[in-house]
């Protein structure tokens, strides 16, 4: 039996309206020096905020007043020591996420901000925003693989030849339904988002192979397929649905831990928390148990939406082929074609959004706020209602049903996706994503002033006076013995990561010393090396917030609309 999470929900109504490497100084307002407490020229900010709200602005701004009349702890005027520098001990998501963007109250300084301090917190936490520059890549890696490899391209024709094929059947009646009513804005078809936590990420190839989709259900006997512990297995699933008209109740919600029968890896475990002792409990189902009840209760003939939904739907799908070769009534895999994905259409319609697309980092750019237990079945569908709330009202503003003599319809939600042409539709897909959209304008190397900035790892040679000192330190932290190898080897030897810092120390000749392991010798050789930089500017690949250039009208640096945002959360 299928077990709701106990909470209380109140019915509510989700209210959806239709309505080569250049190392040269670029003017940026995230440019941050000593200078940075004087006033700035207008002129070099000249900016009108496109994106905020959508509208032009009569006067320009200057971010400089902006941060200085933001009165909060990380960011704003806060981010800023005395001398214009940015101090990096207050940047990153982690203290940012204390300072939530509250949208009931958000006036336009508090958005601008937040988002220059979202710019530095990926430029800290997320080593995608470096990789992610001219020199390297033209787009996210992400967003390459989802949308522009060819062999994405060839995924997405195959799935729009499919939708065609299945939208004049009848097995999907909500294909030719607006998406929302004209009248109400609201959702006009059941949808279900579900979300999957798994032992790992090794899929079934058949999972989605439509001949397997088209027999399983009438094969006698069972089709050969890769089922069983070869391939991972789903051990939560979280669902909402969502019911015509935007209603949910409080027995429309489940968060059901599954027993895979099979061991859970540390990794996997490290990423969801989840645990072999929390699934092997005798109360947790196996998945035979429960998929029927759950495809019959909770999927239906509903429109299916899923974050990443070709990694979901091979897992649900898998889990039915096992089914159907243990039981006589067959149960039919889901049509990838036929759901609805947030993942894809964000990066179709916000490309440059964030280095990373992961559900959590995408959810902080549009929203200024984390979702509570991510990476957890139930908050991760939740989160995903956002983005899929975001994606329709977008594209909703961006429809003129005027030229059609149609409202948006589920199936040009979906054709949209897979990259076809919707009537209507003022958005234009070149390399997959929305062509008004600049990669050049959307991120820079920014020269930015800094005050605790880790710059890697490096045992500094000590001056002839301070040589007694040096080694009577370095004697006691790790005995004499390693002592001598870090001046043999190590002395002045400069590096940017841990790992490379780690892997040097180890191929140098290090030994375990006392109670401690060669292991912990190196962490505490590390703690002792690190190197800082106070007062000096880093060049930084970040988001730009600066202005639209070159005379476009369009939201060229790719930040989010927010008055839709502010839709969402309110």
């Known amino acids: 039996m299928i077990n709701t999470i106990p909470i209380k929900v109140q019915k509510q109504d989700i209210q959806i309206s239709s309505n080569k490497k250049n190392l040269t100084p670029v003017s940026h307002p995230l440019m941050l020096t ?4 004087q006033p700035v020229s207008s ?3 000249k900016a009108h905020f496109i994106p905020f709200l959508g509208k032009k602005q009569e006067q320009p701004f200057d971010i400089t007043e902006i941060l200085q009349n933001t009165d909060k702890i990380y960011q704003g005027k806060g981010l800023i020591n005395e001398t214009g520098c940015i101090d990096w001990n207050k940047t990153g998501w982690e203290n940012l996420r204390k300072e939530p963007l509250d949208w009931e109250k958000a006036k336009k300084q508090d958005i601008i901000a937040f988002y220059h301090a979202m710019a530095l917190a990926e430029a800290k936490d997320n080593t995608k925003a470096i990789r992610f520059n001219p020199d390297n890549v033209p787009e996210p890696l992400a967003t390459y693989h989802t949308i522009k490899s060819q062999e994405a391209q060839d995924m997405h024709a195959k799935l729009l030849s499919r939708l065609d094929k299945l939208s004049s059947s009848n097995d999907a009646e909500f294909l030719n339904m607006p998406l929302l009513d004209n009248k109400t804005g609201n959702i006009n078809v059941d949808v279900t988002v579900f979300d999957t936590e798994t032992t790992g990420i090794k899929l079934n190839p058949s ?10 259900p009438n094969q006698q006997p069972p089709p050969i397929t890769l089922t069983g ?10 669902a909402v649905k969502i019911k015509k008209g935007n209603k949910i109740d409080e027995k429309d919600i489940l968060n059901q831990l599954v027993n895979p029968e ?9 990423v969801h928390h989840i645990t072999d002792e929390m699934v092997s409990s005798p109360n947790v189902p196996n998945m035979n148990k429960i998929l029927k009840q759950f495809n019959n209760e909770y999927l239906g003939n509903n429109l299916i939406v899923a974050y990443n939904a070709k990694f979901d739907i091979s897992m649900l799908n898998n889990s039915i082929f096992e089914y159907n070769e243990k039981n006589s009534e067959k149960i039919k895999p ?9 993942f894809v259409l964000i990066q179709r319609i916000h490309p440059f959004l964030g280095a990373s697309k992961k559900l959590t980092d995408q959810h902080k750019f549009l929203f200024g706020k984390d979702f509570e237990g991510a990476h957890d079945a139930l908050a991760d569908a939740t989160a995903t209602t956002n983005i899929l709330k975001y994606c329709c009202l977008y594209l909703s503003k961006h429809y003129h049903a005027e030229q059609t003599g149609k409202p948006l319809t589920v199936k040009d939600l979906l054709s949209f996706q897979f990259g076809g042409k919707v009537n209507g539709l003022d958005i234009e897909l070149k390399n997959g994503y929305d062509q008004s959209k600049s990669y050049k304008n959307s991120y820079k190397l920014t020269p930015v002033t800094v005050k605790n900035y880790p710059d890697g790892y490096k045992i500094e040679k000590p001056k002839r006076k301070e040589t007694k000192e040096f080694t009577e330190k370095w004697n006691n932290l790790v005995g004499e013995q390693n002592t001598q190898v870090i001046i043999d080897e190590m002395l002045g030897r400069h590096y940017k990561t841990y790992e490379h810092f780690s892997d040097a120390i180890e191929n140098s000749g290090i030994e375990p010393f006392n109670n401690l392991d060669k292991k912990d010798v190196i962490k505490l050789i590390a703690e002792h090396s690190k190197t800082v ?8 690949w970040l ?3 600066e202005p639209n250039q070159e005379n476009q009208q369009e939201n060229l640096n790719d930040m989010p609309d927010f008055e839709i945002c502010k839709k969402v959360m309110t």
């Not at 512990?229 to 979280?238: C, M, S």
């Not at 889901?334 to 947030?342: A, F, G, M, N, T």
């Not at 930089?533 to 930084?540: M, W």
């Open 34 to 37: 000593k200078a940075h407490l």
């Open 43 to 45: 002129e070099s900010f």
């Open 207 to 216: 999972a989605l192979d439509y001949e397997a989709i088209d027999e399983a």
């Open 229 to 238: 512990n070869d391939n991972d297995r789903i051990i939560q699933i979280g």
């Open 262 to 270: 099979k061991a859970i890896p540390s990794g996997a475990t490290a």
């Open 334 to 342: 889901r049509e990838l074609c036929l759901v609805i994905d947030p």
């Open 533 to 540: 930089l106070n007062d000096e500017t880093k060049l930084l």
């Open 543 to 545: 988001k730009n917030l």
